[in-house]
Structures are given as structure tokens and as C-alpha cells.
């Protein structure tokens, strides 16, 4: 009986020994599996934002590309005694005049003075591949020129660009401050004319009509008048023609409050005539 009863001891002991070294061995077995598993799924993870910050930086670009001008026409304006010369030129660098006449004219050449005193509206011609000349009769100082034109096909900027005549090197207080006026009614020669504004928000399109006493506007480069505007700084460009009709009445659009200052041409007894005004726009 006793010896029967140590053979079931030690069987039983054989039994409980080897049931414990399986768990001990499975269950090491299982964490490394669960570990390994864990593993992959953080590669997965990272795998997956690593892609996200590539499409990140994709669209970033993108951004950073629609923030550059996108005028694909470059202009370059120079002056050598009273010829001043404009070349346009492609992204490439190659010769540009593919233009649309505007206005009875390929280019309008807007040239003021950075003291906002001098004004001149010139019509330069085409002389060779993308070059065109005009005669600049201007007065000692800095002047900024915009080149207005509407090339057929490609995207332009129009942006000021500095021209000095003579010695003159350019200071800051060649800036002026525009002030408010409440002068409407402006003298050139033998002509009055008086501007009507109908609002000065940049939140809706701002009219502007103009009575010229004893006198009916004349077509000038194919309409009753031209307005020319530029804000204080010269930074800010805007060129508008007549609403269809028999009046002269301009339409135009502010981005941004500021003083401005305004030439609105008229062609007079055969004669052009430029009566300057000053605006301030509010919000």
C-alpha cells in the first residue's frame, strides 16, 4: 500500500512539474508575440504619419507657389536723355509683345512723380521684338512708371517701377502725406470740372462722375475720358475708363482704405487735359 502510494506521489509530482515549466515556457512564447505585434503596429503608425507629413509639405509648397506674383510678363523700364525705353520680356527671358490693343493703343505708359505733382500719359511704340520708345519730357526728380498692357495669352502685373531724371537721388521726403480736400471743382486752362463721389468705402464699388462746365468731352483713345488713380505710397495702381453712355462716369474698386490721389483726363476742345483730385477712402 505504501509503495503505491509514493508511485502516485511522484506521478502526481511529474504531472504538477511539467504542467508549470509548459505555462512558464507559453507564456514567455506569448509575451514576445504580443511584443512583436505591438512593434508593427507602431511602424504602421509611424509609417502612416510619415505619408501624412509628405502630403503636408506637398500642399505647403502649393501654398508658397500661389503667394508669388503671377505676372508672367516682365517689364523693364529705362530712361537715357528724354527716350525712355520699355522691354518686356517672358518668364524666359525671351522678347514679349503679343499684346492686345486697348484703347486704340498696344501700351499706356502712366508716369508720376513720387511727390504726386507730375503726371504724364504717354504711348510708346513698338520699335523692335518687345522693345517700344516714347519721348519723356520730365522735370528733375524721382518718378515711378506703370506699364499698362494686355498681352493675348500671358498673365501680367502691373507694378511700379522707379525712374530717375538727372542728378536727383531720391529721398524720403520725396513721400508726400496726402490731406483730404473738399474742393470738387478743379481749373485747367479755360475749363471747369466738377467731381461727384457717390461713396468712399472699400466695401462697394465707388462712382465717380464729372461735370465739365461749357464744354462736352471729347473721344479721347477711344472713350469720353480716362481716370488714373495711385494711393499715397505709388504702390497701389488703378486705371478705369467711362461706364457706356454719354456721361462721364467712372467706376472704380479700393482693396484697402488710404489717401489716393486721382487724374481724370479729358479731351477738351482737341486739347487733353488732366484735373488731379484727392480721395480718402475709408473702411
Known sequence: MKKWI????????LVVGGYTAYSFYAGD???QSDGNHGDHQEEEKNGGNEEEGHDGGGHDEHGDHEGESSSEVQADVKLEGEEMTITLT????????ELVVSHEKLMHLIVISEDLEQFQHLHPEKVSEGVFTTDAD?????YQAFVDIKPSELEYVNE???VMVGEHGGHEDDHVHLEPESQWTKEQGDYSVTLDVNNFSVKENVVLSFEIEEAEPEDYLGALGHVVVVDE?????IHVHPREGEKPVF???????GMYKLWAEF???GKVYAFPYVLEITE
Do not use: I, Q, R
Not at 467706376?251 to 482704405?257: D, L, N, R, V, Y
Open 6 to 13: 509514493g508511485s502516485a506521489l511522484v506521478y502526481l509530482l
Open 29 to 31: 512564447d506569448a509575451t
Open 90 to 97: 517672358d518668364l524666359d527671358g525671351n522678347p514679349m509683345d
Open 138 to 142: 520730365l522735370e528733375e526728380g524721382m
Open 160 to 162: 511700379a517701377h522707379p
Open 233 to 237: 505710397g505709388l504702390d497701389e495702381f
Open 251 to 257: 467706376e472704380a474698386h479700393f482693396s484697402k482704405p
Open 267 to 269: 479731351k477738351l476742345n
